[in-house]
């Protein structure tokens, strides 16, 4: 898909240019990276895999096109996609990523979903933020699960093309809002080991 070559045909355009975003990056990162086929809804985006020094290391991984929220310094996913997350790291005895790519913080930051995945059915390993705020964090009748940004590790920043791009997405997808943060992005994302 080429951003310039016609008309956004759906909404589900934006999702597709986060996807090309993370698995070019993986490339680079010597990653294999398999995709669903089709264009029908899948419950994930993708399987890196890298057998650099002998050592096989895979994770399946989602990729979110969405800015963090403003009033908390956080992101999440729908709870249903979270257990869909959950058994497919568990079946396969892998990690799970979310990748997301925010063109309001202009970067791409990820969660490694086990560090969060409790042993007992649906509990979880609980954190706190620096202001005392318990993640993860289930919202609106439990309809959405929250993570701190604190806990996201920095992938890369986002060129001005791809800003431009992703906001221009957000226009036609209606689903820009006006983003202004009552919090400091200094005090998030784990810069530490990177994928």
Same mark, same amino acid.
């Given at each position: 898909? %080429?951003?310039?070559?016609?008309?956004?045909?759906?909404?589900?355009?934006?999702? @597709?240019?986060?996807?090309?975003?993370?698995?070019?990056?993986?490339?680079?990162?010597?990653?294999? =990276?398999?995709?669903?086929? &089709?264009?029908?809804?899948?419950?994930?985006?993708?399987?890196? /895999?890298?057998?650099?020094?002998?050592?096989?290391?895979?994770?399946?991984? @989602?990729?979110?096109s969405?800015?963090?929220?403003?009033? $908390?310094?956080?992101?999440?996913v729908? $709870?249903?996609h979270?257990?869909?997350?959950?058994?497919m %790291?568990? #079946?396969?005895?892998?990690?799970?990523?979310?990748?997301? =790519?925010?063109?309001?913080? #202009?970067?791409?930051?990820?969660?490694? /979903?086990?560090? $969060?995945?409790?042993?007992? &059915?649906?509990?979880?390993?609980?954190?706190?933020?620096?202001?005392?705020? #318990?993640?993860?964090?289930?919202e609106? &009748?439990?309809?959405?699960?929250?993570?701190?940004?604190?806990?996201?590790?920095?992938?890369?920043?986002?060129?001005?093309?791809?800003?431009?791009?992703?906001?221009?997405?957000?226009?036609?997808?209606?689903? %820009?809002?006006?983003?202004?943060?009552?919090? @400091?992005?200094?005090?998030?994302?784990?810069?530490?080991? #990177?994928?």
């Amino acid at each position: 898909m %080429s951003f310039g070559e016609g008309v956004i045909k759906n909404k589900s355009e934006k999702g @597709d240019y986060a996807e090309e975003l993370i698995e070019d990056y993986l490339l680079t990162k010597n990653f294999e =990276v398999f995709s669903p086929s &089709g264009k029908q809804s899948h419950k994930f985006d993708g399987v890196a /895999l890298n057998n650099e020094d002998g050592t096989v290391n895979f994770f399946i991984f @989602d990729v979110k096109s969405k800015a963090a929220r403003n009033i $908390y310094k956080d992101t999440g996913v729908d $709870y249903k996609h979270y257990h869909h997350y959950k058994k497919m %790291s568990e #079946q396969f005895n892998c990690n799970f990523v979310i990748f997301f =790519v925010d063109e309001e913080l #202009q970067m791409i930051y990820y969660l490694n /979903l086990n560090k $969060y995945i409790g042993t007992n &059915g649906d509990n979880f390993k609980i954190y706190y933020d620096e202001d005392g705020i #318990q993640y993860p964090k289930l919202e609106n &009748g439990n309809k959405y699960i929250y993570f701190s940004l604190e806990n996201m590790k920095f992938m890369r920043n986002l060129s001005s093309e791809e800003i431009m791009k992703l906001k221009e997405y957000s226009k036609i997808t209606k689903k %820009s809002y006006k983003f202004n943060p009552t919090w @400091d992005i200094n005090t998030c994302f784990n810069k530490k080991k #990177q994928i």
